[in-house]
């Protein structure tokens, strides 16, 4: 199972989703879904910028859990 960190990073950050939203320039529907880890999938782009704002590399914002 994969799980998406990005609710640590906001919460880090103090940041909120409309916030991340308009710094991504992605849709809000996208970051709550991935806040809530309910996405069923995120384009390549999406964890670019998200990346890219949290200053982060991939692993960081998604970890492997057995």
Known sequence: MIRCNLSRLMGESKMK????????????????????????????????????LFDCEVGQLWAQID
């Open 17 to 52: 989703v409309m916030d991340v939203a308009i710094d991504t320039v992605l849709d809000r529907n996208t970051i709550t879904l991935l806040y809530k880890e309910t996405a069923p999938r995120i384009d390549l782009e999406a964890i670019d910028n998200l990346c890219d």
